[in-house]
């Protein structure tokens, strides 16, 4: 089973850059689909973004098209969220998972979420 740890969550101002890390505890997950999902107080967990294992193909949410970016390192484990120009609306907990393909809308593990906040 994986094990997936987020870190890089904060508080940043409206405008600001914040860039979150997710760390798998295996090698092998470097061959899976990654992904971005956030949930906000009150609200479902939505899909942010997604990154093939190759790293050739990924996807986004039309709320976070062209502020945020997804990489990942396989050699390192790792999964990156760089999230630009934030908004007050990012403001959720967010959360790294293992996907089935870059196109499905849900995971099949997760990591335990980091909070971002954003202030107006």
């Known amino acids: 089973q994986v094990q997936l740890v987020e870190s890089g969550g904060g508080l940043v101002q409206a405008g600001g850059s914040l860039r979150l890390s997710c760390a798998a505890s295996?090698?092998?997950?470097?061959?899976?689909?990654m992904g971005w999902f956030r949930q906000a107080p009150g609200k479902e967990r939505e899909f942010v973004a997604a990154?093939?294992?190759?790293?050739?193909?990924?996807r986004y949410a039309d709320s976070v098209k062209d502020r945020f970016t997804i990489s990942r390192v396989n050699a390192g484990n790792t999964v990156f969220l760089q999230m630009n120009s934030v908004k007050a609306e990012d403001t959720a907990v967010y959360y790294c998972?293992?996907?089935?393909?870059?196109?499905?809308?849900?995971?099949?593990?997760w990591g335990q979420g980091t909070q971002v906040t954003v202030s107006s």
């Open positions: 295996t090698r092998t997950v470097g061959r899976y689909n």
């Open positions: 998972a293992v996907m089935g393909s870059v196109v499905a809308n849900t995971g099949d593990y």
């Open positions: 990154i093939s294992w190759t790293g050739g193909n990924t």
